[in-house]
């Protein structure tokens, strides 16, 4: 399952306004995905925020139709990001117990909720 999930990951060519995937790779029921930040100013906001928060970001991308059953089925996703110079980085797990979160429900993907009113989503010049 964990490599089928690799697989889905290098395949899906997303776009992410602040980061790239530079390598995934999996271990039996871990996927390790490598991630490149690309904007500074984003890179201190996950340094500063705590676990849960990184967690309920990145839990968009997991707990969706496409991604759930991996999940379920055991998978565990272990996510590293790193500043472009690789000086610094940042360490975020996924498994299935975020999916199932209260706050996020099983899909998290409005704009209202947890996970893009999280101050790491928020655009730049965005402040309220």
């Known amino acids: ?3 089928a999930l690799v697989e889905a990951l290098r395949a899906a060519k997303t776009s992410y306004p602040y980061f790239t995937l530079e390598s995934a790779a999996a271990y ?3 996927v390790e995905a490598n991630y ?4 500074a100013a984003f890179f201190s906001r996950m ?3 705590n676990a849960n928060q990184l967690r309920q970001f990145r839990a968009r991308d997991y707990c969706n139709d496409n991604r759930i059953a991996y999940l379920r089925q055991g ?3 272990y996510e590293i990001f790193a500043t472009s110079d690789r000086s610094d980085r ?3 797990s996924i498994d299935n117990k975020i999916c199932g979160d209260a706050r996020c429900g099983l899909e998290p993907r409005t704009l209202r909720g947890c996970i893009y009113d999280d101050r790491l989503m928020k655009p730049k010049g965005f402040d309220r």
């Open 47 to 49: 340094k500063s925020a």
């Open 1 to 3: 399952m964990a490599a």
């Open 28 to 30: 039996d029921n871990l």
């Open 36 to 39: 490149v930040v690309t904007d």
């Open 75 to 77: 998978v565990t996703v």
């Open 90 to 92: 940042v360490y975020v």
